[in-house]
């Protein structure tokens, strides 16, 4: 049984927008894969980075950036309307090679650059991830 989750950075129990923990109310149970469906990244009008990379720990690593920093997700930067960037991707992934069915009652969520640095606060982060 899929199920979306709405990670909204305005719904964060602390942290800043690119640097958040959401909690749920009842945890995830044996939750095998997630796919990234929507993410809404602000980005400043002086971006000079081609994507951005979403850490999510709970839900594994699928990919690494060329200088080996690890991930869950990547958030290409497509040509948006200034602050705002409207990003849609599918990427799949299994939690890990030996942790199928994991159980997650939080999500801790970075997003960072390709050298692994927290991106700039720019505005509220809204990702839509199925979970599987």
Do not use: W
């Amino acid at each position: 049984m899929s199920r979306t989750i709405i990670v909204d950075s305005r719904d964060k129990v602390s942290g800043t927008n690119t640097n958040f923990t959401i909690r749920f109310q009842t945890a995830l149970h044996n939750v095998n894969k997630a796919t990234l469906l929507f993410g809404n990244l602000g980005t400043s009008e002086t971006n000079t980075e081609s994507y951005f990379l979403i850490q999510i720990p709970e839900l594994g690593v699928s990919c690494r950036s060329a200088n080996n920093t690890a991930a869950t997700f990547v958030l290409p930067i497509t040509s948006g309307s200034g602050y705002r960037s409207i990003h849609q991707i599918s990427s799949d992934f299994s939690t890990s090679s030996n942790s199928a069915g994991v159980s997650i009652d939080s999500l801790n969520v970075r997003i960072i650059n390709r050298n692994g640095q927290l991106a700039p606060d720019t505005g509220d982060i809204l990702l839509i991830i199925e979970i599987e």
